[in-house]
């Protein structure tokens, strides 16, 4: 049965108001996935064929679309208020996700709430440390084995992740190549991985019955997206190509 829902969070950033606001409209690549950015009035395109029905810079931007696409959603809104702390130099913000959820409503609320909590970290890993540096963007997902139950916890042993490692702790990293990082982020669910130049992200959707996803935000000059791509893939299906 068709039910709404309502997924609302507030934080406050080490970024103006202005920053926040450039980051949800323009730099969505740099945390999410690069969209297009709205145009800058209401009524307005939006991405994914949404509508803009709040347009006031840099304070409140929402935008909704009764057309999702998806067989299990009907309705989708995203809202956020932005307001100054600190003399402008911090911002608050309340994100607010909701709409209609027409089936498997459990399964879509939970998967939907527990992005949402990794999407907006990202967020504010972005502005305190990347911002306003341009983005090479690229996600892939994991085989078919990706999809058990343990998949996430495979990819964390082949990692070189520790089960006692916590966010915040610094780490020898086997991917692709191997390299040092932040755990930025870590639950049972989402990996975050932060690097100089990158903001790699881990995202263990094989809880909602889809593949293991990885993101990579490449912040550095010479970044190529169809490399990280392919180096992603190809260590990931090697992840779950191994002997169990």
Known sequence: MS???EIAREFEVDATPEEVWEAITNGTGGYLW????????VGGRAAFGSTVTVYD?????TVRSEDVGFPVQSVNQLEHVIESRDGGRRAWVRYVHSGIFTDDWDNQYDGASRHTDFYLHTLREYLTHFAPRPVTFAQLNG???SITPGALSEVERALGLAEDAAPGARVTVRGP?????VLDYR???FVGLRTDDALIRVFGRNHWGAP?????HDFAPDADAKANEDAWQGWLDGVFSRPR
């Open 3 to 5: 039910r709404e829902f």
């Open 34 to 41: 690069p969209m297009e950015p709205p145009e800058p009035k």
């Open 57 to 61: 810079p840099p304070h409140h931007l």
């Open 143 to 145: 085989p078919e084995g």
């Open 177 to 181: 190549r191997e390299f040092d990082a």
């Open 187 to 189: 639950n049972p669910y």
């Open 212 to 216: 293991v996803g990885v993101s990579v």
